[in-house]
């Protein structure tokens, strides 16, 4: 466990509470990544700490996180997860958790190569291309530990992370991936019994981390842009509560495009600055994370930016009474996991 509190006091409001139908981008940059600030999403969400009970939240509801991955594998979740204290793979089996893979296997093509013949040497014998006849042999009894006993459930051995793979193209690739990933979402959903699912109504925040890796990945090529990006992921955010998607906001990815740049921009940097700003204006809230503008310190890692994005007049009466502000602070990662967060001058 960290020697700082898990949620930093000055980014709890933000974290622990994300509004019905909501969606929060997190931008980062090569060395200001955002998967610590995921950590803390899921975290607040999952962890079952007095203090991070929220009122506004009803005690009928449970809340479970789904989390979409195109740039880390499970291993790595798992293991930074586990310095904060929780347990994803035991999340998992209580069917609190599910982590959906889109990195390891979203391109890979399962072909079999087809068995070259054999060839037959002159003056050697045909290959054998029937079975002797021989009588029927007698019953063996299996071996332990090699399949399970009748009556046992393999749910263990089917359960762990859900694989996208990316099939087609345009719309109809991201129409796949979007069932694969609604699939994990409905499993979260209807788990449990008939009795507790009447009594408890099941929230799912859907976490989608490094989406644009579609966008860089296939591009005009295969039909798929900005726009049809942004559609995608407007489908997701239908079936869940809340959203929160992570995306790169690197100055030649964002600037590069715009109308004051120097040079022409590529196909990439249109799309991404044209998905990263679309979404930006459908988000409720924007987490900007970057570097210090003065360089690397040894007590500061970067710079957190937490602002409204273009949906917050549609929830703003949501947040009437909760003690919401635009602010940026800083924040210094430690080497056990923790993170500080800290106003300048602190």
């Not at 991201?174 to 449990?192: C, H, N, P, Q, Y």
């Not at 900005?226 to 955010?237: F, N």
């Not at 040894?298 to 009466?317: H, M, P």
């Amino acid at each position: 466990m960290p020697s700082q509190a898990v949620l930093p006091p000055l980014l709890k409001p933000y974290i622990s509470s994300p509004s019905p139908s909501s969606l929060t981008v997190i931008s980062s940059v090569l060395g200001a990544t955002g998967n610590w600030l995921v950590l803390r999403f899921i975290y607040a969400t999952l962890a079952t700490a007095p203090y991070l009970h929220d009122a506004s939240i009803p005690r009928n509801e449970k809340r479970k996180v789904v989390l979409v991955s195109f740039l880390r594998g499970w291993d790595f979740w798992r293991g930074e997860a586990k310095r904060l204290g929780l347990d994803l793979t035991r999340l998992q089996d209580k069917s609190q958790f599910a982590f959906v893979d889109g990195l390891s296997e979203l391109f890979s093509v399962s072909t079999r190569p087809a068995p070259s013949p054999t060839p037959v040497l002159p003056g050697s014998a045909a290959p054998r291309t029937t079975l002797p006849v021989r009588s029927a042999p007698g019953v063996v009894p299996p071996r332990s530990g090699l399949h399970p006993a009748l009556g046992t459930s393999t749910a263990s051995i089917n359960d762990g992370p859900t694989p996208l793979r990316f099939s087609g193209r345009g719309t109809t690739a991201l129409d796949g991936l979007e069932r694969d990933i609604l699939r994990a979402v409905d499993r979260l959903k209807s788990t449990g019994s008939k009795d507790q699912e009447e009594q408890e109504e099941v929230s799912v925040l859907l976490i989608v981390d490094q989406p644009d890796l579609v966008l860089a990945a296939t591009g005009p090529a295969l039909g798929i842009g900005a726009s049809e990006m942004g559609e995608w992921l407007l489908g997701l955010q239908q079936h869940v509560h809340s959203t929160v998607m992570t995306v790169s906001a690197d100055t030649p990815l964002i600037h590069n495009a715009s109308t004051f740049a120097s040079q022409q921009p590529s196909p990439l940097e249109t799309a991404q600055a044209a998905f990263v700003t679309g979404s930006a204006h459908r988000a409720e809230t924007v987490i900007q994370l970057r570097n210090l503008e003065t360089g690397a310190a040894k007590d500061v890692s970067g710079v957190l930016r937490i602002s409204k994005g273009g949906a917050w007049e549609e929830s703003c009466d949501q947040h009437a009474d909760s003690p919401w502000e635009e602010r940026e602070v800083l924040y210094f990662m430690q080497r056990d996991g923790g993170v500080r967060v800290f106003g300048r001058g602190e």
